[in-house]
């Protein structure tokens, strides 16, 4: 595997299932991300992990729960969700050094559909 | 805070022309500045970036973009559309040492054969 990958790329879930996100970096990146892609929306940043930390939780309903138990691995756990929450989920790395571009790499994706 | 503003949300080109997307920014500090690229179904790939130095940026593909700080803008061109160029783009800008990435709400771009 090379990149971002993330897994499932397609999931359907209904209002009382509990389900998990993963995606996982391979760039040796120390900085990790969640994003929400809706139809006609911009890109919506969800949360930040550096160095297996939080730094970063723009406001999003508590039936998300990010879970970064290393620098290569990303979780978005997810319980009774709103048909709302319907969107693709991206997720992102990047080497965070203090210096540099800070580019971030993403993965392709997974599409949610909430019933 | 920082914001991008995407002009167009769909550009049509027949296949050879000229590829021109526009992008304006605002920063309260000089910004890092990003296209990315969508296709169907698939993550954004960077096509460029500006971080500092010089003010034409080439990337992937054949594209590339200016950074013009007295215009506070960042436009997309390509000389020639090919096919493959139909996607998603996405303009994008980053304070320095800020984790946000703040992205355009996107353009667009089919290619007419």
């Known amino acids: 595997e090379t990149g971002v990958t993330q897994t499932p790329r397609h999931l359907v879930m209904g209002m009382t299932n509990k389900k998990s996100l993963k995606c996982e970096q391979h760039?040796?990146?120390?900085?990790m991300y969640w994003y929400k892609q809706s139809a006609k929306k911009p890109l919506e940043l969800m949360f930040v992990?550096?160095?297996?930390?939080?730094?970063e939780n723009n406001s999003v309903p508590s039936r998300f729960s990010p879970e970064c138990p290393n620098s290569s691995h990303l979780f978005l756990h997810l319980h009774t969700l709103q048909p709302e929450d319907s969107a693709l989920y991206l997720c992102?790395?990047?080497?965070?050094?203090?210096?540099?571009?800070?580019?971030?790499?993403f993965g392709p994706g997974t599409r949610l559909t909430v019933t | 805070a920082q914001s991008v503003t995407q002009l167009g949300s769909h550009v049509s080109v027949s296949e050879g022309a000229l590829v021109l997307l526009r992008c304006n920014y605002s920063?309260?500090?000089?910004?890092?500045l990003f296209w990315y690229v969508q296709y169907p179904n698939q993550g954004l790939q960077l096509l460029l970036k500006?971080?500092?130095?010089?003010?034409l940026v080439k990337g992937i593909n054949g594209f590339e973009a200016e950074f013009k700080k007295s215009e506070t803008s960042f436009h997309l061109t390509k000389p020639s559309a090919h096919m493959s160029d139909a996607a998603e783009y996405f303009c994008?800008?980053?304070?320095?040492?800020?984790?946000?990435?703040?992205f355009g709400a996107g353009t667009t771009v089919t290619v007419r054969a």
């Open positions: 992102a790395s990047s080497q965070d050094s203090g210096t540099g571009s800070y580019e971030q790499y």
């Open positions: 760039l040796g990146h120390n900085a």
């Open positions: 992990y550096s160095l297996e930390e939080r730094v």
């Open positions: 920063s309260s500090v000089p910004p890092y």
């Open positions: 500006y971080t500092t130095g010089a003010t």
């Open positions: 994008a800008v980053r304070i320095p040492g800020d984790y946000k990435l703040s």
